[in-house]
């Protein structure tokens, strides 16, 4: 039986090590390009091209997107849980001065369209922090959060209204919030022990029912008709921020049975990148998120390196599936030579087990 502190850590290092795939392959949306940089079958981590997006980098280093998500473990360890004010100052301590607003500079390569408004607002127009979100409609506010999912995992409450504030901070759009918070339940359900599978809808839903999930819901179980005019009640605690639907939460069942439907075939499994979608925005990369993660929620492998090898956002799509299967296999079920390979092995280790500690 894994235990929920094998689950974190193998959520957070299975994030860490499909960020660090993607480094050399990143965004090759012309596969037969890719397949000719870098082989018919990539297996490991490489080094990028010198004039790609992280051209400099070393095959097995940890580009932009994951030291995003390093610096909010490390924000979380140290102030035992997230304060907004102080992510705010690391932000604009320790991150913001690093970039310019350019695409091709800052750590670890490129930057991020999220980021890069995030500068020009904050640092060359010197707008407070609360008016500084921009409309990008991608998926950096889910990477960085993968810790907050893992900390906060056994309180649901907790874990909306802080990654709904944090992802406020930079993406204005609210169905982008809706489904970042989707993300990270379905995350947090994983690393109790929960499985990815066409039940799992139904466990966030009855969240939702209890007020813990900040959801509009309208229908009674299994999305039927209400009864009468009987309403769920929508939690006071949220108000006017409720998200409109609950479709973010829906969408994990149907990705889950697609994966156990035999009639419906995806072969080879990479060719969800192509089903789904290679672009970057986040309703491209959340169904094929779900469905690698639970098409190979046994085989942590086979799932992070079929992300890996279906191009386009390749990156984001095999570090978020090497959360939610990381997640469900536990750590010690990680490769290892996917554990060795990372350049900064025992950092994260070590940050990966302290956040580990923190949960319950």
Sequence with gaps: MVNKKERAKGALMGAFIGEALGVGPHWYYDLEDMREEYGDWIDDYTEPKADRY??????????????????????????????????????DEDFLPKISGKAMAGPGGYTSQSMRHLWRARVKNKLPWDQVAGNADTTEAIERNIA?????????????????????????????????VAYSSVLALLIRGEKLDPEISKKLMQAVDQGKLPFHKVTSDNLNPPAGDKMVKESDLYGEGVFASPDGLLSPSYMARAAEDQNIVIEPAWKASIVYGMPCAIYHMLPAVYYLAARFKDDFEAGVLNALNGGGQNQVRTMLTGALIGAQVGFSRIPERFI?????????????????????
């Design 54 to 91: 992280h051209g400099g980098l070393k095959a097995g280093e940890i580009s932009q997107a994951g030291i995003l998500l390093k610096m909010m473990t490390e924000h979380l360890i140290e102030n035992d849980g997230y304060d907004q004010a102080a992510f705010c100052k690391m932000m």
């Design 148 to 180: 907050q999912a893992i900390f906060y995992a056994e309180d649901l409450e907790d874990l909306s209204l802080n990654i709904t504030e944090n992802t406020a901070l930079t993406q204005a759009d609210n169905l982008i919030g809706s489904l970042t």
């Design 340 to 360: 060795e390979g990372l350049k900064q092995k025992d950092e994260l280790l070590n940050l990966a087990d302290r956040l580990a500690e923190k949960i319950e």
